[in-house]
């Protein structure tokens, strides 16, 4: 995967956010490696050419990863995989569902079946089968759960809409001989 400027052409992973999270990724990154996790692959010294003083965090991928490391316990929100393996489908279905959060996993399987299994009893707001990350497009909504939820809804799609939508009924009877009551009057309104 190549790192450098998201506008730059052919570019597969941008910088993050900020310093202050570059700093909290590689502190993870460390965190995990302190702790016994096996670092796959290390993103901790990319360096693109122009920006040296980016916040870039390249590739990083972990194995061997536990249920009490802080790559698990703790969102990343970089470019960081950590990889579980389970005994069993009910092993791995067990370990997502203990997560504090709730904002995307993946399985790899052969196994239509264990698929079905597996997307129906985690309670995980983004499922990838066979696929790393779901990452969402725009007419999809985002839909983390328990710990990793946005507010009530998500922002992308008709969700998104209906979040900055602000509704109000009004009900009303008026009494007074300027007006001839019909009966209820209803309006729903949006802004």
């Not at 999270?21 to 670092?39: D, F, Y």
Request: aromatic letters at 8%; zero cysteines.
């Amino acid at each position: 995967l190549k790192v450098n400027a998201g506008h730059e052409s052919g570019t597969d992973v941008g910088p993050v956010v900020s310093r202050t999270a570059k700093a909290r990724i590689l502190g993870l990154i460390e965190s995990g490696v302190k702790q016994g996790a096996t670092l796959a692959l290390d993103g901790r010294d990319v360096k693109v050419k122009g920006y040296e003083e980016g916040n870039f965090v390249g590739p990083t991928v972990f194995t061997n990863v536990k249920t009490d490391m802080d790559i698990y316990t703790h969102e990343i929100f970089g470019p960081v995989l950590v990889v579980l393996t389970a005994a069993t489908l009910d092993e791995a279905i067990a370990i997502v569902n203990a997560n504090p959060f709730g904002n995307g996993v993946g399985l790899f399987t052969q196994s239509g079946a264990a698929a079905r299994k597996f997307q129906s009893e985690i309670d995980i707001g983004q499922v990838g089968i066979n696929i790393p990350i779901p990452v969402p497009v725009p007419y999809f909504s985002f839909t983390g759960s328990r710990g990793s939820k946005l507010g009530d809804l998500g922002p992308y799609g008709k969700q998104v809409v209906q979040f900055y939508t602000q509704t109000k009924t009004v009900t009303a009877r008026w009494f007074d001989d300027a007006t001839v009551s019909d009966g209820v009057n209803t309006t729903i309104s949006l802004r």
